[in-house]
Protein backbone atom coordinates (compact mmCIF):
# COMPACT_ATOMS: atom_id res chain seq x y z
CA UNK A 1 0.00 0.00 0.00
CA UNK A 2 1.54 3.43 -1.05
CA UNK A 3 1.57 5.65 1.38
CA UNK A 4 -0.22 9.44 1.15
CA UNK A 5 1.83 12.27 1.86
CA UNK A 6 0.14 15.34 2.78
CA UNK A 7 2.43 17.63 4.16
CA UNK A 8 3.68 19.76 1.69
CA UNK A 9 7.30 20.64 3.76
CA UNK A 10 8.14 17.03 4.40
CA UNK A 11 6.98 16.26 0.27
CA UNK A 12 9.83 18.64 -0.85
CA UNK A 13 12.91 16.66 0.72
CA UNK A 14 11.53 13.06 -1.23
CA UNK A 15 13.70 14.25 -4.06
CA UNK A 16 17.15 15.04 -2.19
CA UNK A 17 16.41 11.59 -0.10
CA UNK A 18 15.94 9.74 -3.57
CA UNK A 19 18.92 11.31 -5.17
CA UNK A 20 17.30 14.04 -7.65
CA UNK A 21 17.36 18.08 -7.97
CA UNK A 22 17.74 19.69 -5.37
CA UNK A 23 14.33 21.18 -3.21
CA UNK A 24 12.76 23.84 -4.54
CA UNK A 25 13.43 26.82 -1.54
CA UNK A 26 10.01 27.83 -0.33
CA UNK A 27 8.63 31.54 -1.38
CA UNK A 28 9.36 34.18 1.14
CA UNK A 29 5.97 36.28 1.53
CA UNK A 30 5.44 38.56 -1.55
CA UNK A 31 8.29 37.66 -3.06
CA UNK A 32 9.53 35.17 -6.12
CA UNK A 33 11.56 32.70 -6.22
CA UNK A 34 15.19 32.92 -6.23
CA UNK A 35 17.01 32.95 -9.86
CA UNK A 36 20.63 33.88 -8.78
CA UNK A 37 23.88 34.59 -6.50
CA UNK A 38 22.53 38.57 -6.44
CA UNK A 39 19.00 38.23 -3.61
CA UNK A 40 21.15 35.98 -1.65
CA UNK A 41 23.92 38.46 -1.11
CA UNK A 42 21.36 41.27 -0.92
CA UNK A 43 19.93 38.89 2.06
CA UNK A 44 23.50 38.13 3.37
CA UNK A 45 25.19 41.62 3.02
CA UNK A 46 22.62 44.30 2.53
CA UNK A 47 23.72 44.64 -1.19
CA UNK A 48 23.91 43.26 -4.38
CA UNK A 49 21.38 43.08 -7.58
CA UNK A 50 18.42 44.89 -5.74
CA UNK A 51 18.01 48.52 -6.91
CA UNK A 52 17.33 51.29 -5.37
CA UNK A 53 16.11 54.14 -7.49
CA UNK A 54 15.32 57.93 -5.61
CA UNK A 55 13.97 61.23 -6.91
CA UNK A 56 15.52 64.07 -5.44
CA UNK A 57 15.19 68.01 -6.00
CA UNK A 58 18.99 68.92 -5.28
CA UNK A 59 20.14 67.03 -8.46
CA UNK A 60 18.34 68.61 -11.74
CA UNK A 61 18.79 65.06 -13.49
CA UNK A 62 17.40 62.96 -10.75
CA UNK A 63 14.07 65.07 -10.87
CA UNK A 64 15.27 68.67 -9.73
CA UNK A 65 14.10 69.78 -13.11
CA UNK A 66 10.82 69.31 -11.70
CA UNK A 67 11.18 71.38 -9.09
CA UNK A 68 9.48 74.85 -8.85
CA UNK A 69 11.99 77.10 -8.10
CA UNK A 70 10.72 80.57 -6.48
CA UNK A 71 11.78 83.91 -7.44
CA UNK A 72 11.21 86.91 -6.09
CA UNK A 73 9.90 89.81 -8.57
CA UNK A 74 12.03 92.56 -6.70
CA UNK A 75 15.58 92.56 -7.54
CA UNK A 76 17.93 93.56 -5.11
CA UNK A 77 21.22 94.92 -5.80
CA UNK A 78 24.20 96.55 -3.81
CA UNK A 79 23.83 100.43 -3.78
CA UNK A 80 26.12 102.60 -5.50
CA UNK A 81 27.49 106.04 -4.51
CA UNK A 82 25.93 108.38 -6.31
CA UNK A 83 27.79 111.85 -6.44
CA UNK A 84 25.41 114.40 -4.73
CA UNK A 85 27.58 117.33 -6.20
CA UNK A 86 24.22 117.69 -8.76
CA UNK A 87 22.51 118.39 -5.72
CA UNK A 88 24.10 121.49 -4.78
CA UNK A 89 25.31 122.87 -8.44
CA UNK A 90 23.33 125.23 -10.33
CA UNK A 91 21.77 123.14 -13.02
CA UNK A 92 20.57 124.58 -16.08
CA UNK A 93 18.34 123.27 -19.10
CA UNK A 94 19.52 124.00 -22.29
CA UNK A 95 18.09 123.64 -25.84
CA UNK A 96 21.32 122.93 -27.70
CA UNK A 97 24.59 121.49 -27.13
CA UNK A 98 26.58 124.65 -27.58
CA UNK A 99 25.51 126.37 -23.98
CA UNK A 100 27.66 130.08 -23.45
CA UNK A 101 27.36 132.11 -19.95
CA UNK A 102 28.95 135.55 -19.24
CA UNK A 103 30.31 136.08 -16.00
CA UNK A 104 31.48 139.61 -14.90
CA UNK A 105 34.65 140.20 -12.77
CA UNK A 106 35.96 143.02 -11.01
CA UNK A 107 32.54 145.27 -10.84
CA UNK A 108 32.68 148.98 -11.89
CA UNK A 109 34.92 150.98 -10.26
CA UNK A 110 34.21 154.27 -8.65
CA UNK A 111 35.72 157.92 -7.49
CA UNK A 112 35.47 160.37 -5.14
CA UNK A 113 35.49 164.10 -6.17
CA UNK A 114 34.74 167.47 -4.96
CA UNK A 115 31.79 169.59 -6.29
CA UNK A 116 33.93 171.41 -9.28
CA UNK A 117 36.62 168.73 -9.80
CA UNK A 118 36.76 166.49 -13.43
CA UNK A 119 35.20 162.97 -13.44
CA UNK A 120 37.70 160.92 -14.83
CA UNK A 121 36.37 157.40 -16.48
CA UNK A 122 36.25 154.74 -14.67
CA UNK A 123 37.32 151.11 -15.46
CA UNK A 124 34.05 148.85 -16.60
CA UNK A 125 33.96 145.44 -15.33
CA UNK A 126 35.86 142.02 -17.66
CA UNK A 127 33.53 139.83 -18.86
CA UNK A 128 34.85 136.27 -18.98
CA UNK A 129 33.01 133.41 -21.34
CA UNK A 130 31.87 130.07 -19.61
CA UNK A 131 31.40 127.09 -22.19
CA UNK A 132 30.83 124.07 -20.26
CA UNK A 133 32.38 120.89 -22.33
CA UNK A 134 29.58 118.67 -22.99
CA UNK A 135 29.26 114.66 -23.32
CA UNK A 136 26.70 111.96 -24.44
CA UNK A 137 26.70 109.24 -21.78
CA UNK A 138 24.65 106.15 -23.72
CA UNK A 139 24.06 102.28 -23.33
CA UNK A 140 22.41 99.90 -25.37
CA UNK A 141 21.69 96.36 -23.40
CA UNK A 142 19.96 93.81 -24.82
CA UNK A 143 17.48 91.47 -23.81
CA UNK A 144 15.90 88.61 -25.70
CA UNK A 145 12.39 88.62 -26.93
CA UNK A 146 11.64 85.24 -24.70
CA UNK A 147 13.49 86.72 -21.72
CA UNK A 148 10.85 89.94 -21.27
CA UNK A 149 7.95 87.27 -21.57
CA UNK A 150 9.17 84.83 -19.38
CA UNK A 151 11.05 86.11 -16.54
CA UNK A 152 9.71 86.23 -13.39
CA UNK A 153 9.77 90.48 -12.86
CA UNK A 154 9.32 93.41 -15.21
CA UNK A 155 13.28 93.65 -17.34
CA UNK A 156 12.42 96.71 -19.01
CA UNK A 157 11.32 98.39 -15.79
CA UNK A 158 14.33 97.03 -14.39
CA UNK A 159 16.89 97.59 -17.25
CA UNK A 160 15.78 101.64 -17.04
CA UNK A 161 15.85 101.79 -13.24
CA UNK A 162 19.56 100.04 -13.86
CA UNK A 163 20.67 102.82 -16.77
CA UNK A 164 19.53 105.69 -14.77
CA UNK A 165 21.41 104.94 -11.55
CA UNK A 166 24.54 104.21 -13.82
CA UNK A 167 24.23 107.64 -15.38
CA UNK A 168 23.94 108.71 -12.05
CA UNK A 169 26.87 107.39 -10.74
CA UNK A 170 29.39 107.89 -14.56
CA UNK A 171 28.17 112.05 -14.14
CA UNK A 172 28.77 112.40 -10.12
CA UNK A 173 32.17 111.31 -10.74
CA UNK A 174 32.60 113.74 -13.90
CA UNK A 175 31.72 117.02 -12.23
CA UNK A 176 34.34 116.20 -9.61
CA UNK A 177 37.26 115.08 -11.55
CA UNK A 178 36.12 114.55 -15.22
CA UNK A 179 38.74 115.81 -17.87
CA UNK A 180 36.58 117.83 -19.88
CA UNK A 181 37.18 115.67 -22.97
CA UNK A 182 33.26 114.41 -24.20
CA UNK A 183 32.60 114.67 -20.47
CA UNK A 184 32.00 117.51 -18.21
CA UNK A 185 35.03 119.21 -16.66
CA UNK A 186 35.01 118.62 -12.72
CA UNK A 187 36.13 120.87 -10.40
CA UNK A 188 39.08 119.03 -9.14
CA UNK A 189 40.52 119.46 -13.08
CA UNK A 190 40.44 123.20 -12.45
CA UNK A 191 43.93 124.79 -11.71
CA UNK A 192 44.69 125.94 -8.35
CA UNK A 193 47.05 128.39 -7.10
CA UNK A 194 47.64 129.91 -3.40
CA UNK A 195 46.81 133.45 -4.59
CA UNK A 196 43.73 135.48 -3.36
CA UNK A 197 40.98 136.29 -5.76
CA UNK A 198 42.32 139.63 -6.18
CA UNK A 199 45.28 138.72 -7.88
CA UNK A 200 44.33 135.40 -9.06
CA UNK A 201 43.40 134.39 -12.90
CA UNK A 202 39.81 133.56 -13.56
CA UNK A 203 38.83 129.90 -13.62
CA UNK A 204 42.20 128.95 -11.52
CA UNK A 205 40.94 127.68 -7.80
CA UNK A 206 42.47 128.67 -4.77
CA UNK A 207 43.85 126.52 -2.60
CA UNK A 208 44.85 126.35 1.55
CA UNK A 209 47.99 124.52 2.32
CA UNK A 210 47.27 121.72 5.02
CA UNK A 211 51.10 122.35 6.60
CA UNK A 212 52.03 118.74 5.96
CA UNK A 213 52.40 116.19 3.37
CA UNK A 214 49.24 114.15 3.30
CA UNK A 215 48.59 114.91 6.22
CA UNK A 216 47.44 118.11 8.61
CA UNK A 217 49.86 119.85 10.61
CA UNK A 218 49.52 120.33 13.87
CA UNK A 219 46.57 122.22 15.14
CA UNK A 220 44.39 121.11 11.91
CA UNK A 221 41.18 122.83 13.11
CA UNK A 222 43.28 126.14 12.10
CA UNK A 223 43.73 125.26 8.25
CA UNK A 224 40.18 124.21 8.59
CA UNK A 225 39.31 127.67 9.72
CA UNK A 226 41.38 129.47 7.19
CA UNK A 227 39.50 127.79 3.90
CA UNK A 228 36.24 128.57 5.82
CA UNK A 229 37.66 132.08 5.96
CA UNK A 230 39.33 131.97 2.27
CA UNK A 231 35.69 132.10 0.88
CA UNK A 232 34.62 136.07 1.40
CA UNK A 233 31.37 136.33 3.23
CA UNK A 234 29.15 136.71 0.32
CA UNK A 235 29.89 133.31 -1.16
CA UNK A 236 29.65 131.51 2.93
CA UNK A 237 25.95 132.10 2.86
CA UNK A 238 24.82 128.54 1.33
CA UNK A 239 28.31 127.02 1.64
CA UNK A 240 29.07 123.62 2.43
CA UNK A 241 31.83 121.17 2.64
CA UNK A 242 32.60 118.51 0.52
CA UNK A 243 35.02 115.24 1.20
CA UNK A 244 34.72 111.67 0.81
CA UNK A 245 34.08 109.48 3.88
CA UNK A 246 37.43 108.67 4.94
CA UNK A 247 38.14 112.27 5.29
CA UNK A 248 35.34 113.12 6.97
CA UNK A 249 36.25 110.38 9.40
CA UNK A 250 39.48 111.81 9.94
CA UNK A 251 37.77 115.15 11.02
CA UNK A 252 34.98 113.67 12.88
CA UNK A 253 36.99 112.58 15.92
CA UNK A 254 39.23 116.39 15.72
CA UNK A 255 38.90 118.54 18.90
CA UNK A 256 39.41 122.03 20.26
CA UNK A 257 41.83 123.04 22.38
CA UNK A 258 39.11 122.32 25.47
CA UNK A 259 37.99 118.94 24.06
CA UNK A 260 34.87 120.13 22.09
CA UNK A 261 34.93 118.26 18.86
CA UNK A 262 34.90 120.65 15.57
CA UNK A 263 31.85 118.14 14.53
CA UNK A 264 28.09 118.70 15.12
CA UNK A 265 25.59 115.81 14.49
CA UNK A 266 22.02 116.56 12.84
CA UNK A 267 19.57 117.46 15.95
CA UNK A 268 16.90 116.64 14.37
CA UNK A 269 15.71 114.51 11.02
CA UNK A 270 16.83 116.10 7.80
CA UNK A 271 19.14 118.47 9.53
CA UNK A 272 22.74 118.00 7.90
CA UNK A 273 25.78 117.51 10.46
CA UNK A 274 28.17 120.42 10.24
CA UNK A 275 31.66 121.18 10.51
CA UNK A 276 33.02 124.99 11.87
CA UNK A 277 29.09 125.49 11.53
CA UNK A 278 28.01 124.46 7.70
CA UNK A 279 27.20 120.99 6.82
CA UNK A 280 29.09 118.42 5.12
CA UNK A 281 28.14 116.57 2.37
CA UNK A 282 29.83 113.40 1.52
CA UNK A 283 30.84 112.73 -2.23
CA UNK A 284 32.67 109.48 -2.78
CA UNK A 285 34.49 110.76 -5.91
CA UNK A 286 36.77 112.98 -3.70
CA UNK A 287 40.33 111.77 -3.43
CA UNK A 288 41.56 110.65 0.04
CA UNK A 289 43.91 112.23 1.74
CA UNK A 290 47.69 111.72 0.29
CA UNK A 291 50.46 113.76 -0.74
CA UNK A 292 49.45 116.96 -2.60
CA UNK A 293 45.43 115.74 -3.15
CA UNK A 294 43.05 118.09 -2.65
CA UNK A 295 40.56 116.02 -0.36
CA UNK A 296 38.40 119.25 1.02
CA UNK A 297 36.56 121.39 -0.62
CA UNK A 298 34.51 124.61 0.82
CA UNK A 299 32.42 126.85 -0.88
CA UNK A 300 29.12 127.95 -2.43
CA UNK A 301 28.57 125.63 -5.22
CA UNK A 302 25.77 127.09 -7.05
CA UNK A 303 27.66 129.76 -7.71
CA UNK A 304 30.77 128.23 -8.40
CA UNK A 305 29.59 125.30 -10.40
CA UNK A 306 27.47 125.13 -13.65
CA UNK A 307 26.04 121.99 -15.00
CA UNK A 308 24.31 122.42 -18.37
CA UNK A 309 22.03 119.47 -19.81
CA UNK A 310 20.23 118.64 -22.68
CA UNK A 311 17.33 116.31 -21.84
CA UNK A 312 16.65 113.94 -19.59
CA UNK A 313 17.80 110.32 -19.88
CA UNK A 314 15.89 108.73 -23.05
CA UNK A 315 15.26 105.47 -23.37
CA UNK A 316 14.62 103.95 -27.04
CA UNK A 317 13.44 100.37 -27.46
CA UNK A 318 14.45 98.68 -30.64
CA UNK A 319 13.26 95.39 -30.73
CA UNK A 320 14.44 95.56 -34.83
CA UNK A 321 17.70 96.03 -35.13
CA UNK A 322 18.81 92.80 -33.99
CA UNK A 323 16.15 90.19 -33.91
CA UNK A 324 15.51 88.06 -31.42
CA UNK A 325 17.18 90.95 -29.13
CA UNK A 326 15.10 94.03 -27.90
CA UNK A 327 17.57 96.51 -27.47
CA UNK A 328 17.00 99.58 -25.10
CA UNK A 329 19.49 102.34 -26.15
CA UNK A 330 19.46 105.31 -23.45
CA UNK A 331 21.39 108.44 -23.84
CA UNK A 332 21.68 111.78 -21.48
CA UNK A 333 23.73 114.69 -22.81
CA UNK A 334 25.23 116.55 -19.76
CA UNK A 335 28.38 118.70 -19.47
CA UNK A 336 29.69 121.08 -16.60
CA UNK A 337 32.70 122.94 -15.30
CA UNK A 338 33.47 125.78 -12.86
CA UNK A 339 31.71 128.60 -13.37
CA UNK A 340 32.69 131.10 -10.94
CA UNK A 341 36.23 130.37 -9.73
CA UNK A 342 36.24 132.75 -6.62
CA UNK A 343 33.42 130.71 -5.14
CA UNK A 344 34.95 127.40 -4.60
CA UNK A 345 37.99 126.60 -2.07
CA UNK A 346 40.37 123.84 -2.18
CA UNK A 347 42.41 122.32 1.05
CA UNK A 348 46.00 120.75 -0.59
CA UNK A 349 47.39 118.46 1.78
CA UNK A 350 51.06 119.87 1.57
CA UNK A 351 53.31 121.41 2.96
CA UNK A 352 54.24 124.00 0.20
Known amino acids: MTEVVTDALEASFEPVEAGGLPPVRPMLAGGRPATGAGFESFLRGGAGAVEVKALSGTSDA?????????????????????????????????????????????????????????????DAPVFNEVAPPMGELYANPAASQTMLDDAAFDVEQWLAGEIAREFAVAEGAAFVNGNGVNKPKGFLAAPTAVASDATRPFGTLQHVLSGAAGAFAANPEERLIDLVQALRAPYRQGACWVMNSATLARIRKMKTSDGAFLWVPGIAAGQPATLL??????????????????SIAFGNFKAGYLIAERQETQILRDPYSNKPFVHFYATKRVGGMVSNSEAIKVMKFSAS
Do not use: H, Q
Not at 277 to 293: C, F, H, K, T, W
Open 277 to 294: GYPVVEAEDMPDIAANSL
Open 62 to 122: AGGLAVPEEIDARIDATLKSISPIRGIANVVKVGTSGYRKLVSSGGFESGWAGETDPRDET
